[in-house]
């Protein structure tokens, strides 16, 4: 299975290190009206996946859902609401089985409560790409290698009001997907970067044609953090700031049942790539968009306005996550959603599905993605997510006799 591998690793490499501009010319090649694939171009892109099996099942929505364990990734303002003193998960998730059978994401995250405002904590992020096994223009053995990248997160929340809470997270990510083997003649290294995220959450009691229920409205910036580059070249690229906003409305049918709708909007804090022409001289220039290669509070700010085909563009920019959730007596969950992504700028478009399941001591989440199109790489992929309710098992011991 290891060529599998291999192929796959070539194909992050081409993606992650960047290569010469190649000039295209407007008026043959683009069309202005933003129907042209574009991509917005970023690395370390495991920073995106969603890691817990609640969100994977209502189309990745969760900056304003609910506070659970695995609120880290979405919205870590989201952890100054959350009920228990302390909790922890794990998260699995086997991920493109339908290119290659050994890469996975693992994700381990925890909080502790500080006091009645304020919550700590942190998680663990380790995306591994399986083994490579490289070889030499012979065709000989030259080592084999196990890419892969982790980022560690710390995160502090706190409540303002009663209904009003803010989190910072800060992260600490690396990437070594090269092992240090020379590409095109250019040798690679492991990438690093330092990043935080800055996330917003509001919720509140409403009644919605006489149901009682909760809205919650939540903004997560995350991944705001320094350029990296694989090798020794002078043009680094951005890692996947984001900004995402959301809403979420959960009814109270009646005692046992109860019944939720959450919806995201997503987009890359990242410039586009703008259209090159070259002229009589020989000089590449830009025909439309603007220069890509700026600092990063300049190209979070940019990227609001710098699609070459103008405001038609940038809209395609915005992802959508649509979910619904359905529990019966807080127990058992079913869960739907839908994950739109333009297909000029990516065109992941799939279906979600799952189950949770909560006992007194540990809650059991699963979640399937079914893809709009055949033979998706993202086809079967399953996430397994397990949380931990310690304070029920210490109420579940029998106290002892004074």
Same mark, same amino acid.
């Given at each position: 299975?290891?060529h599998?591998?291999?192929?796959?690793?070539?194909?992050?490499?081409l993606l992650?290190?960047?290569?010469?501009?190649?000039?295209?010319?407007?008026?043959?090649?683009?069309?202005?009206?933003?129907?042209?694939i574009?991509?917005?171009?970023?690395?370390?892109?495991?920073?995106?996946?969603?890691?817990?099996?609640?969100?994977?099942a209502?189309?990745?929505?969760g900056?304003?859902?609910s506070?659970?364990?695995?609120?880290?990734?979405?919205?870590?303002?989201k952890?100054?609401?959350?009920?228990?003193?302390?909790?922890?998960?794990f998260?699995?998730?086997?991920?493109?089985?339908?290119?290659?059978?050994?890469?996975?994401?693992?994700y381990?995250?925890?909080?502790?409560?500080?006091?009645?405002?304020q919550?700590l904590a942190?998680s663990l992020?380790y995306?591994?790409?399986?083994? +490579?096994?490289?070889?030499n223009?012979? =065709? *000989? &053995?030259? %080592?084999?290698?196990?890419?892969?990248?982790?980022?560690?997160?710390? /995160?502090?929340?706190?409540?303002?009001?009663?209904n009003?809470?803010?989190?910072?997270?800060?992260r600490? +990510?690396r990437?070594?997907?090269?092992? =240090? *083997? &020379?590409? %095109?003649?250019?040798?690679?290294k492991a990438?690093?970067?330092?990043? /935080?995220?800055?996330?917003?959450?509001?919720?509140?009691?409403?009644?919605?044609?006489?149901?009682?229920?909760?809205?919650g409205?939540?903004?997560?910036?995350?991944n705001i %953090?320094?350029?990296?580059?694989?090798?020794?070249?002078?043009n680094?690229?951005?890692?996947?700031?984001n900004?995402?906003?959301?809403?979420?409305?959960?009814?109270?049918?009646?005692?046992?049942n109860?019944?939720?709708?959450?919806l995201?909007?997503n987009?890359?804090?990242?410039?586009?790539?703008?259209?090159?022409?070259?002229?009589?001289?020989?000089?590449t220039l830009?025909?439309a968009?603007?220069?890509?290669n700026?600092?990063?509070?300049m190209?979070?700010?940019q990227?609001?306005?710098?699609?070459?085909?103008g405001?038609r563009e940038?809209?395609?920019?915005?992802?959508?996550?649509?979910?619904?959730?359905?529990?019966?007596?807080?127990?058992?969950?079913?869960?739907?959603?839908?994950?739109?992504?333009?297909?000029?700028?990516?065109?992941?478009?799939?279906f979600t599905?799952?189950?949770?399941?909560?006992?007194?001591?540990?809650?059991l989440?699963?979640?399937?993605?079914?893809?709009?199109?055949?033979?998706h790489?993202?086809a079967?992929?399953?996430?397994?997510?397990?949380a931990?309710?310690?304070?029920?098992?210490?109420?579940?011991?029998?106290?002892?006799?004074?």
């Amino acid at each position: 299975m290891a060529h599998k591998s291999f192929v796959l690793l070539a194909l992050l490499m081409l993606l992650c290190i960047p290569d010469p501009v190649i000039p295209q010319d407007v008026d043959d090649d683009y069309d202005l009206s933003g129907r042209q694939i574009n991509l917005v171009p970023v690395t370390m892109m495991f920073l995106t996946i969603t890691p817990d099996s609640r969100a994977g099942a209502m189309g990745d929505a969760g900056i304003a859902t609910s506070p659970d364990v695995y609120s880290m990734h979405m919205n870590p303002a989201k952890y100054a609401f959350i009920d228990n003193d302390f909790g922890a998960a794990f998260s699995y998730t086997p991920w493109l089985r339908n290119l290659v059978p050994d890469i996975n994401l693992a994700y381990l995250s925890g909080y502790t409560r500080i006091d009645n405002y304020q919550v700590l904590a942190a998680s663990l992020t380790y995306f591994s790409l399986g083994e +490579i096994i490289f070889t030499n223009h012979a =065709g *000989q &053995y030259d %080592g084999q290698f196990t890419p892969n990248e982790f980022a560690f997160d710390v /995160a502090y929340s706190r409540l303002f009001s009663e209904n009003f809470s803010g989190g910072l997270a800060f992260r600490y +990510i690396r990437s070594d997907i090269t092992g =240090g *083997q &020379y590409v %095109g003649g250019t040798a690679t290294k492991a990438a690093w970067a330092f990043a /935080a995220d800055a996330s917003a959450y509001y919720r509140n009691n409403v009644r919605v044609s006489d149901l009682p229920g909760e809205l919650g409205l939540g903004i997560n910036i995350s991944n705001i %953090g320094n350029k990296v580059t694989y090798g020794d070249d002078q043009n680094p690229q951005f890692i996947p700031i984001n900004m995402g906003i959301g809403s979420y409305l959960q009814l109270e049918l009646d005692p046992y049942n109860t019944l939720a709708f959450a919806l995201d909007l997503n987009k890359l804090l990242v410039p586009t790539p703008p259209i090159y022409y070259e002229d009589d001289s020989g000089n590449t220039l830009i025909r439309a968009g603007m220069d890509p290669n700026v600092s990063v509070p300049m190209g979070m700010l940019q990227s609001f306005y710098d699609a070459p085909g103008g405001w038609r563009e940038e809209l395609r920019e915005i992802y959508y996550s649509f979910g619904m959730e359905y529990w019966y007596l807080n127990q058992f969950a079913i869960r739907g959603g839908y994950y739109h992504e333009h297909e000029t700028k990516g065109n992941r478009k799939y279906f979600t599905t799952g189950i949770g399941l909560k006992l007194n001591v540990f809650a059991l989440d699963v979640s399937y993605v079914i893809p709009v199109f055949r033979n998706h790489p993202l086809a079967n992929t399953l996430r397994f997510s397990l949380a931990f309710d310690f304070e029920a098992l210490r109420r579940s011991r029998p106290q002892e006799a004074f």
